[in-house]
T-cell receptor
């Protein structure tokens, strides 16, 4: 069964510090992996999307890495800001045309405090 | 402005009543989806539609119904058969069904009184 596990479940950091969120998956065959940011009470917004051949992708202060061999991804947030407080969701897509192929992680809740 | 809109943002319902949540997109996407989100749980798929007049059950379709009469619209009805309907509902769309970026709407929070 395809699964996506995220860790930690929640995280509290001081403003200005860096942090790394983890995503392990067992989805096969792999197509792509996406990180979303979801503010409380809002819809998720895509941060990055990574395919099998990509190891690193950045979006401002967000940097995602992918190790397709170990089936692990991380999201690194640099110089955190109060506005980074949100849930971060990892979503993995399996390869296969014409059918629904997405598996969602439960998310990591990040709180950035002054 | 291209995007997905959901209405209403907040919805209150008495037990035993059906209620319909609206989802509209102007992205010209073929595929649309409905998810349910509960605290501490990941998003769970309710229904999805690949094209107009076609839709498929997701993992938790019981107590829900949908229609796809127009490409832009994918309303979700929460029926009285849904045992625990209080949740945050998210609509999403993508260019095609598989492996493409999904855009999410702002969500509707349904509370059953």
């Amino acid at each position: 069964k395809n699964q996506v596990e995220q860790s930690p479940q929640s995280l509290i950091i001081l403003e200005g510090k860096n942090c790394t969120l983890q995503c392990n998956y067992t989805v096969s065959p792999f197509s792509n992996l996406r990180w979303y940011k979801q503010d409380t009470g809002r819809g998720p917004v895509s941060l990055t999307i990574m395919t099998f051949s990509e190891n690193t992708k950045s979006n401002g202060r967000y940097t995602a890495t992918l190790d397709a061999d170990t089936k692990q991804s991380s999201l690194h947030i640099t110089a955190s800001q109060l506005s980074d407080s949100a849930s971060y969701i990892c979503v993995v897509s399996a390869a296969g045309a014409g059918s629904y192929q997405l598996t969602f992680g439960k998310g990591t809740k990040l709180s950035v405090i002054p | 402005d291209g995007g997905i809109t959901q209405s209403p943002k907040y919805l209150f319902r008495k037990e035993g009543q059906n209620v319909t949540l609206s989802c509209e997109q102007n992205l010209n996407h073929d595929a649309m989806y409905w998810y349910r989100q509960d605290p501490g749980q990941g998003l769970r798929l309710i229904y999805y539609s690949q094209i107009v007049n076609d839709f498929q059950k997701g993992d938790i379709a019981e107590g829900y119904s949908v229609s796809r009469e127009k490409k832009e619209s994918f309303p979700l009805t929460v029926t009285s058969a849904q045992k625990n309907p209080t949740a945050f509902y998210l609509c999403a769309s993508s260019i095609a069904l598989s492996g493409t970026l999904q855009f999410f709407g702002p969500g509707t929070r349904l509370t059953v009184l």
